[in-house]
């Protein structure tokens, strides 16, 4: 939990989850690859247990640079079910901010097709993005432009959100990007954070 | 004693052959499964045989006897190709003397066993070491379908563990079409005698097919609408993005269940895209047929 570092950082309590440390720890050390649906359902579950330890809101790492294969159906359970308990109101994960680096040419394919499925969206970096983050997944043009804008700049001080929104449509998606966990907005302040921006300060 | 011979050509379209001997079979009959004078076996065949030899011990109760190819050569590569083995568990034989196996083998992965999870991870362990010349130099693929390959192989497994509720086989060769097709194929084969698509699909999908329910519906359920008997959403994408994969790369992809087989089929094979009334066999048997890439193709 934050507030160690003084009142500009925003509240999260960061964590980095490198999913092969969570695959030798948890899957007993045997496998290197993410394949099959009982290996993706006990990698997410192990997540899902450090998050249950969290206090929220926090902001979760799932770091994919070690992982050399990823099957459908592990992604299908590591990257949308995580993204998916996000929509259940009740659960814990509502206030979790998902990131998933480490993002391979090959480990693309299967992520933007369970993403597709299920009609979600990912905040994801890694090979062939240029240092930078995108938006993986299902996403109008509006929600893309406006993420971009915030992914930009990094941080909207609240005093500043209309001045770089200034149409209600734009403060609207503003409003659905938080609300999918796409952008932090600091519960104190109001600030918008472009999760990228989060894993350096709260590294 | 009732006496099965097995083809002398044993391949991915021969199969139906051996599988109609087990009509009129009957319990406590004992078999004899000659393979005296086979000349050819590719994946699919040898799952094939197993299969038969297996069924063959449930419908009689006894195991069947199996009489080895004449043939060195073909003995050797069954040997190679680690047949013995699984053989052994569901038929009565003298095994070859030589089984092959030892030292250096040019197979892309020997029959496994599929009954596990970690036998899908240790496939997909093995074949990346070796997949890697046969689909660069020999089928011409990008470096890149190395990992495609293991995630379709993965895929394919999933499809045992998670819907026959019944160990089965893989298997993976490469062969040299110079004659039928002027390329080089890779044959991956994959075969259960679990509950079939049809049993797997039975108790949420039937009822809206009424009479028309079939192994060639649930087959097409699956095939080409992606249903599984799971209510999530995130199931039945396994053979839609193995069916995507194949047809980039142009290849087969068939699924025999029951008694119906269903395929995705290129310009160069003239399997029929959905096949009825087939002798009955129990479980699901998946092929896939990649061909080498022509210079054209880019």
């Known amino acids: 939990m934050m507030d160690s570092r003084g009142d500009g950082d925003p509240q999260l309590d960061a964590f980095a989850v490198d999913v092969r440390d969570l695959l030798d720890r948890n899957v007993a050390n045997l496998y290197s690859h993410l394949v099959t649906r009982p290996t993706g359902r006990a990698v997410r579950i192990a997540i899902e247990a450090q998050l249950g330890e969290l206090d929220l809101p926090a902001l979760s790492l799932v770091d994919l640079s070690s992982v050399s294969i990823l099957d459908f159906s592990c992604a299908d359970e590591v990257v949308a079910k995580l993204l998916l308990a996000r929509r259940d109101r009740v659960r814990p994960h509502r206030d979790v901010f998902f990131v998933f680096t480490g993002v391979k040419l090959h480990h693309r394919e299967p992520i933007l097709e369970v993403l597709a499925r299920h009609e979600l969206t990912a905040v994801a970096g890694g090979e062939g993005m240029g240092g930078a983050f995108e938006l993986l997944g299902a996403a109008a043009p509006r929600q893309v432009e406006v993420w971009t804008r915030v992914e930009r700049l990094g941080r909207v001080p609240a005093p500043r959100v209309e001045e770089v929104f200034p149409e209600l449509r734009e403060r609207r998606t503003v409003e659905e990007l938080v609300d999918r966990g796409l952008i932090f907005r600091h519960p104190l302040r109001g600030d918008l954070h472009a999760l990228r921006t989060l894993l350096k300060e709260t590294a | ?298």
């Open chain 2, 1 to 298: 004693m009732k006496v099965i011979e097995v083809p002398e050509t044993l391949d991915y379209r021969s199969g139906d052959r051996l599988v109609e001997a087990l009509d009129g079979v009957e319990s406590e009959q004992r078999c004899l499964l000659s393979a005296r004078h086979l000349r050819w076996i590719d994946p699919v065949g040898m799952i094939t045989l197993l299969g038969v030899g297996r069924e063959l011990k449930r419908r009689t109760g006894v195991a069947a006897l199996f009489q080895a190819p004449e043939s060195g050569q073909v003995s050797g590569y069954l040997g190679r190709m680690g047949f013995y083995q699984p053989a052994g568990e569901v038929m009565d034989f003298e095994a070859p003397r030589r089984r092959g196996g030892a030292g250096d083998s040019d197979v892309l992965l020997e029959l496994t066993r599929i009954g596990e999870n970690h036998d899908v991870h240790a496939v997909v362990e093995r074949v990346q070491e070796r997949a890697g010349a046969i689909l660069s130099r020999t089928l011409r693929y990008p470096p890149s379908a190395v990992i495609q390959f293991a995630v379709i192989l993965s895929e394919v497994c999933q499809n045992v563990l998670e819907h026959a509720e019944a160990p089965g086989w893989v298997a993976a060769q490469s062969y040299n079409w110079s004659r039928r097709l002027g390329r080089h194929v890779l044959i991956l084969a994959v075969g259960d005698l679990g509950r079939g698509f049809r049993g797997s699909l039975a108790s949420r999908h039937s009822g809206r097919f009424g009479e028309r329910w079939s192994d060639a519906t649930a087959l097409e359920a699956a095939f080409i609408h992606g249903l599984t008997r799971f209510p999530d959403q995130g199931r039945g994408q396994g053979i839609q993005q193995m069916r995507k994969q194949v047809r980039r790369w142009d290849g087969v992809i068939s699924v025999r269940s029951g008694t119906a087989r269903i395929a995705d089929v290129p310009d160069w094979e003239d399997l029929p895209p959905l096949e009825q009334d087939l002798p009955m066999f129990p479980g699901a048997q998946i092929t896939i047929l990649l061909p080498e890439r022509l210079p054209e193709d880019g």
